[in-house]
C-alpha cells in the first residue's frame, strides 16, 4: 500500500512569511494527525482529525497555525506569519480509526526552516 | 490524560550487547501500547505493539510486554546491531498519542 505523502520536503522562508504543508494519508485511514517535531524533542501533536471534523486541536497555537481537511482525505497544514521557533519537522500520520489499537503510518516529514 | 515515563538516553552499547529500554506509563484505562522506532533520516515507524495486558509484542528481535501490575512495557533485544542505531519512543495508544523525547541509542561495531 501507499504510504502517507507529504510535500514539499524542505521549506526555508524568513519569519513573518507563510507556509503550508500538504499531507495525503493513506487509503481509507479516517485518522489524519499532524505534529511538529523541533530537533532533538519527540513528536507534539498539534492536531487530531477524524474524517473532516477536528477532534483535537489543543496544542495547536491558533493565532498562527491553521489546518483544514475539508473533503476527509488531503490536509493542509499553515502557518501564518511564521516565527524563528516554528523551525521544525512537520509530520503527518493516518491511522484506520482513532482508537487505542490503531498505530498510526507516519510521512517523511515536512522540515522547515525559518530565518 | 496519558504520559510516560521513558529511560533517557543517550544509550551506547557495542554490537551484539543486550539492550533494555525502561518505560513506565500512566494512563486513563488500559490503551494499546506500542513502540516507535525513528531511524537517522527517517520518518517515525511502528515497532511493536501490545494490546492487553500479558501481551508480548516483537519484531526485528525487539520484544516488550504489557505489564499491568507494573504499568511497564520494557523493550528488549538479545543482540543489538549496528543498524539499530536510532531513537526509540514508547507511546501509550489513545486518540491523541502522547510522544515523549524518546531513547537514542547508538550501537558501535
Known amino acids: 500500500e501507499a504510504g502517507v505523502a507529504q510535500s514539499p520536503r524542505y521549506k526555508i522562508i524568513e519569519k513573518r512569511q507563510s507556509v503550508a504543508f500538504w499531507c495525503n494519508p493513506i487509503?481509507?485511514?479516517?485518522?489524519l494527525y499532524w505534529y511538529q517535531q523541533i530537533l532533538g524533542q519527540g513528536p507534539k501533536l498539534l492536531i487530531q482529525f477524524q474524517n473532516n471534523g477536528v477532534v483535537d486541536d489543543s496544542q495547536l497555537p491558533k493565532d498562527r497555525f491553521s489546518a483544514e481537511r475539508l473533503k476527509g482525505v488531503d490536509s493542509t497544514l499553515k502557518i501564518q506569519p511564521a516565527k524563528l521557533e516554528d523551525s521544525a519537522v512537520y509530520l503527518c500520520?493516518?491511522?484506520?480509526?482513532?482508537?487505542?489499537?490503531?498505530?498510526?503510518?507516519f510521512g517523511n516529514g515536512t522540515r522547515l526552516t525559518v530565518t | 490524560g496519558n504520559s510516560v515515563t521513558q529511560m533517557e538516553g543517550p544509550v551506547t552499547l557495542s554490537e551484539e550487547a543486550f539492550l533494555t529500554i525502561n518505560c513506565t506509563y500512566t494512563?486513563?484505562?488500559?490503551?494499546?501500547l506500542f513502540w516507535y522506532v525513528q531511524y537517522p533520516g527517517e520518518g517515525l515507524q511502528l515497532l511493536l505493539k501490545?494490546?492487553?495486558?500479558?501481551d508480548k509484542g516483537s519484531n526485528k528481535g525487539f520484544e516488550a510486554t504489557y505489564r499491568k501490575e507494573t504499568t511497564s512495557f520494557h523493550l528488549e533485544k538479545g543482540s543489538v546491531q549496528v543498524s539499530d542505531s536510532a531513537v526509540y519512543f514508547c507511546v501509550p495508544g489513545a486518540n491523541n498519542l502522547f510522544f515523549g523525547t524518546g531513547t537514542r541509542l547508538t550501537v558501535i561495531p
Open positions: 487509503s481509507g485511514h479516517a485518522t
Open positions: 501490545a494490546t492487553k495486558a500479558d
Open positions: 494512563a486513563t484505562g488500559y490503551p494499546s
Open positions: 500520520a493516518s491511522s484506520l480509526q482513532g482508537e487505542y489499537n490503531s498505530p498510526l503510518h
